[in-house]
């Protein structure tokens, strides 16, 4: 089954829910405003929450000395603004995703019944419910496309590395640029080939721009913070002193303990602003990270995604031969690339399996002999008498041959001559005059040997 890491779940909730924290208004005889969250408040000062930049919030202790007005945003609006921003992506959730998001529209229905926004969230809700039946049912959302559990499971990593995307987004968006830079280094551990990587990588770039000098600042603030709580320790009475020092360590211990777990874990520490361990921590990992990141080959990231659709694209118009070039080149540029991987593994179990030749007809029957006679015998079949098959002009076929004319029957080959009856008859005619003539030469020999006598 397809699922996100725990991790992934509470960025993707937590960070949406509190993407509304700017709530309340403070004015100041300074004649500045702070807009923030009121966290706490004492008799004494009030502590806001402050949006320092895109991914970065801080913490603000205000004497109520120096505060003029306070205007506070009506409960349901409040409320309303953690979750306005829920709505259903081009990618979905896991199950429990699910269940967390309609938890908080139907709990936000049954606080505020009568809210403004009441319709508003039941129509969200609805949405949620009706996508959460379809992942129940095996189905997953990637790229506004519902795909069978068995289509999911192929581009798992697409679909990872877009959820955390995603969370890294929504992260930033609610102040938590740590969580922002722990979804990305999630992304790339677990679905380092999903292509939208390169991306990724740049969004962190900018994360990285912004959180150095929030930090630096922060710092700073700590600093001052830590003067005035000094001084407000040696001011406060034994009881109090002793309550004011306690609380400090506890929370020094926490903040420990948050660093040693990102430690163990190899993540980023937390940003804790009145822990100067953290933050020195975070400023020390920034330029590592940014280093890293500068060098990681993004350019020829995405050169292999191009390449890779393009590929996909030849694939699916049946040029497998051009598809098989191009993502060894593909894989060349980037071997993580998971569009790349896949479509090797497509094109190879192609290759296992014969491909029909455009235009092919099933082949032909073995090619007959040819017996005395001028007749052609096929190949006999097993378990069957052999049959004489008069076949003299072959079949069709994508590369036959033309058919030669029929062969004229063999001449008889010629006899020498003296095995020929007239070539036998001379022999004995010239003999017969050889005999002839030798026996009158001996006839006159003798008449001539005569009168001498």
């Not at 995703?97 to 809700?125: C, G, K, M, N, R």
Request: proline content about 7%.
């Amino acid at each position: 089954m397809l699922t996100t890491s725990r991790f992934s779940l509470l960025l993707l909730c937590v960070a949406s829910f509190a993407t509304g924290v700017l709530a309340d208004s403070i004015a100041l005889k300074s004649g500045e405003r702070i807009e923030g969250k009121i966290l706490s408040e004492t008799a004494t000062e009030m502590t806001v929450q402050v949006q320092i930049s895109a991914g970065i919030t801080d913490e603000k202790k205000i004497p109520k000395t120096e505060i003029v007005k306070v205007d506070r945003v009506a409960a349901d609006e409040t409320a309303f603004r953690g979750i306005m921003n829920l709505q259903p992506g081009k990618t979905s959730y896991v199950t429990a995703q699910y269940d967390s998001i309609i938890a908080a529209l139907q709990s936000f229905i049954a606080q505020f019944p009568d809210s403004a926004h009441v319709a508003e969230v039941q129509a969200t809700l609805k949405t949620f419910e009706a996508e959460k039946k379809r992942v129940v049912a095996g189905e997953m959302k990637f790229e506004g496309i519902w795909l069978s559990h068995a289509a999911a499971v192929k581009q798992r990593v697409q679909i990872g590395g877009s959820q955390y995307l995603a969370a890294m987004k929504s992260a930033n968006a609610s102040g938590d640029a740590i969580g922002a830079l722990n979804a990305f280094a999630a992304l790339e551990k677990n679905f380092g080939g999903a292509k939208v990587l390169p991306e990724a990588v740049a969004f962190a770039q900018q994360i990285l721009v912004a959180l150095k000098p929030a930090v630096e600042q922060a710092i700073v603030n700590q600093k001052i913070n830590n003067a005035e709580r000094v001084k407000g320790v040696a001011a406060a009475g034994p009881a109090q002193r002793a309550e004011l020092i306690a609380a400090y360590q506890r929370e020094q211990t926490q903040a420990d303990a948050a660093i040693a777990a990102a430690t163990a874990a190899k993540t980023w520490p937390p940003f804790l602003p009145s822990s100067d361990k953290c933050l020195a921590a975070i400023l020390t990992k920034i330029p590592a990270e940014a280093k890293r990141l500068q060098d990681m080959p993004v350019a020829a990231m995405r050169e292999s995604i191009d390449m890779a659709e393009k590929a996909q694209a030849e694939f699916a118009s049946k040029n497998v031969d051009a598809a098989s070039d191009m993502v060894a080149e593909v894989l060349k540029l980037w071997p993580a690339n998971d569009l790349g991987l896949q479509l090797r593994a497509q094109i190879a179990a192609l290759k296992v399996t014969p491909r029909p030749v455009p235009g092919a007809t099933p082949a032909a029957t073995p090619a007959a002999t040819p017996t005395p006679g001028g007749k052609i015998a096929a190949t006999p079949k097993p378990n069957s008498s052999p049959k004489p098959v008069v076949k003299t002009t072959p079949e069709p076929g994508p590369a036959a041959v033309p058919a030669s004319p029929a062969a004229k029957p063999a001449e008889p080959e010629e006899k020498p001559f003296f095995m020929t009856i007239g070539g036998a008859a001379t022999i004995v005619g010239v003999l017969a005059l050889i005999l002839v003539g030798a026996n009158l030469f001996n006839n006159f020999r003798q008449r001539r040997q005569e009168p001498e006598e």
